[in-house]
């Protein structure tokens, strides 16, 4: 001892000159930060120091820095299995995968749940597991002796501020998993700079992770811990805290949807808050569509939140303003639960409007996935409680989507008198959009009517008005329906230009539906301009994005139209094929008008390789077309008539 000189300076001294010359490997371990490492790096080259740290050494020079996260499930599984010494615990399927699974894939868990196994022979995996998994505190099973997993974040937790204990305790209260430094600024009511700068001192101390460029994830166990800590300290404060982020996500998510096509009006209201002090600048459709889609779980927690805490406006908000996006992009169970839990919301505030709204976002994604009975009875309520509150914007709309119900099921003449209903609030209340909406989906029944001079006259009406608002999505809409008569009355080049303006909106909004009704339509016209192979590709690409967005009745029509496709090019199995999958389809679904157009596709499969029974077809088409009083009975009349079946 009387060798070691006083001073941090002297003794670094004295220790280099000790090692001078030497070749060393220097482990240090557990240094808590870099004053401690510094003094006792050797002078010269040819050693090796390897330091341990809880923290990211970040102000190490010319040092190699390995992070060490989870491990994978396989790695998990076979760290449990030997140091359980068990070798029944080696299958992932099994025990040992799920108590991977709940240790969060973290070795430290793993280890001390393997030691407990290890010393318990008599215990067998299956009862850990499912100890584990109905556990109410996770981390107190966690444990080995006097050793914990919560006395190994306790280290790391003691090394904060006070001011980045609170942050870390309110992280664990937030209700979605992963968080950027715009959230995270309004959860701790700070500013976006200090925000960032506290986010940077908890991933520094392994306390969060960085699974994304700005975006921080909190373990599932660290989430625990800090749960646990915010319970024994001001529970009030966390849940304070947590309600500022719901409307942070609120008014973000509202000024994202403004840029969205969102079909309805219930995404314009917003919750009678202060906006968050600080929040991303979303300018464009990509930039509310990249932030909608980076939000998206949070953005369902939040909604899960806000009405389970008395929140119902900010339910209703989030729910609203995500529904264009999420119907644009096949996340129709997702939003389908969000309209379930804030329509609970709004009954439980007695918020008429807000009711009224969810109700109009709710029928319209049931038309989409083909629920039509469950449509009509909400829509129908929609309806009623839009004229009640006085909302006629919102009662046109609501009409209009009744309205497309009853064209999927070939009432024609109750459509007509919705859309008309829906024209004349439009034009009452001088909202041009609901107008445009309501002229391009009266255009729609009088096409499928064959009334084609009219809905000509409607679908170009409503561009001008589209355009004139500046709607991409109701514009792109008017093209695609303006094509489609194009091509009934025998305009081809006009249709293709139509059907390709409208692809391209659509692709820029990022509206994958839109883009499997446009190229459906192009792949139709393709078909009769000779144009085969781009029919084909058209088709294809059509059917796949209706197959993984679930439009089964959007489907149903490009199979049609892949089987007329097929007998254009005499594969007429094929083509009876394709039609026969949509007759399935639309027999399910009670949508007359794809249904007939599948049974006169199959007879006209069969015209040459047996009569009799492509006339059974054709008849059967026939006496659907006559009943809802579509004009392709016209057609299928004239081929019975010529082939005197």
């Known amino acids: 001892m009387q060798q070691i000189p006083p001073g941090m300076e002297a003794r670094a001294g004295r220790w280099r000159h000790h090692i001078a010359g030497k070749k060393i490997l220097l482990l240090l371990d557990d240094a808590a930060g870099h004053e401690q490492v510094r003094p006792l790096l050797p002078g010269t080259s040819g050693s090796l120091v390897l330091v341990t740290s809880r923290r990211r050494l970040t102000a190490l020079e010319d040092s190699a820095v390995i992070s060490l996260g989870t491990l994978s499930p396989a790695e998990a599984v076979a760290l449990l299995a030997q140091l359980a010494d068990r070798s029944d615990l080696g299958s992932e399927a099994g025990p040992a995968g799920e108590i991977a699974r709940l240790c969060g894939y973290l ?24 100890g584990l998994a109905t556990a109410r505190d996770r981390l107190a099973v966690m444990r080995a002796e006097n050793l914990s997993v919560a006395a190994a974040f306790d280290l790391s937790y003691t090394d904060l501020s006070e001011a980045q204990q609170r942050l870390f305790r309110r992280l664990g209260m937030t209700p979605g998993a992963d968080i950027d430094a715009y959230a995270v600024a309004a959860l701790d009511d700070t500013s976006l700079e200090s925000a960032r700068g506290q986010l940077d001192e908890l991933y520094d101390h392994h306390l969060i992770t960085e699974p994304a460029p700005g975006r921080y994830l909190l373990h599932d166990l660290l989430r625990e811990y800090a749960r646990a800590l915010a319970a024994a300290d001001d529970t009030a404060d966390s849940h304070i805290a947590a309600r500022r982020l719901v409307n942070y996500y609120a008014h973000v998510a509202a000024a994202a949807s403004r840029h969205i096509a969102t079909w309805t009006t219930a995404g314009g209201r917003l919750p009678p808050t202060s906006p968050p002090a600080s929040a991303p600048q979303l300018a464009t459709s990509t930039e509310a569509a990249a932030w909608l889609e980076a ?18 406006l900010h339910a209703i908000t989030i729910a609203a303003a995500m529904g264009g996006f999420l119907r644009a992009r096949g996340h129709w169970d997702q ?56 909302d006629v914007p919102g009662h046109a709309y609501a009409l209009n989507h009744l309205g497309l119900v009853q064209v999927d099921m070939a009432d024609y003449q109750a459509a007509v008198v919705s859309h008309r209903q829906a024209l004349e609030l439009a034009r009452d209340a001088g909202d041009q959009l609901a107008e445009a909406v309501s002229l391009i989906d009266l255009g729609m029944v009088q096409q499928m009517t064959g009334d084609y001079q009219a809905a000509t006259a409607s679908y170009e009406q409503a561009l001008v008005l589209a355009r004139s608002v500046g709607s991409a999505f109701d514009e792109a809409d008017a093209l695609c329906e303006l094509g489609a008569v194009r091509r009934l009355t025998g305009d081809y080049p006009a249709a293709i230009s139509c059907e390709h303006q409208a692809l391209d909106l659509f692709h820029h909004l990022g509206d994958r539906l839109g883009q499997a009704w446009a190229l459906d339509e192009l792949g139709r016209v393709h078909q009769l301009t000779g144009d085969y192979p781009a029919a084909t590709a058209c088709l ?42 949509a007759l399935a389809i639309t027999r399910e679904l009670g949508t007359p008008g794809e249904q007939a157009r599948a049974l006169e596709g199959i007879g006209r499969s069969l015209l040459h390789r047996d009569p009799t029974e492509a006339a059974a077809h054709l008849r059967q088409a026939l006496e659907i077309y006559q009943k809802i009083g579509a004009p392709d009975a016209r057609r299928v009349r004239d081929t019975l008539d010529g082939q005197s079946l």
């Open 107 to 130: 070795p430290l868990a793993i280890g001390m749940l393997a030691r407990q196994l290890r010393h318990h022979p008599a215990r067998t995996g299956a009862e850990l597991a499912a």
């Open 295 to 312: 939000e998206r779980p949070n953005l369902h927690a939040a909604v899960n939140y806000a009405a389970t805490n008395k929140m119902p």
């Open 540 to 581: 294809a690409e059509a059917i796949e994005l209706f197959r993984d967005l679930g439009d089964r009745h959007g489907r149903a029509k490009a199979l049609n139209s892949l089987g007329e496709l097929s007998l254009r090019t005499a594969a007429a199995q094929e083509s009876r094929s394709y039609h026969a999958e």
């Open 335 to 390: 939003a389908a639960e969000q309209y379930q839990t804030a329509l609970i919301a709004a009954r439980e505030a007695g918020d008429l409007p807000g009711q009224a709204g969810v109700l109009d976002e709710l029928g319209l994604l049931q038309q989409l996935t083909s629920d039509y009975l469950a449509a009509i009875a909400t829509l129908t309520e929609a309806i009623g409680l839009f004229r009640d509150v006085g």
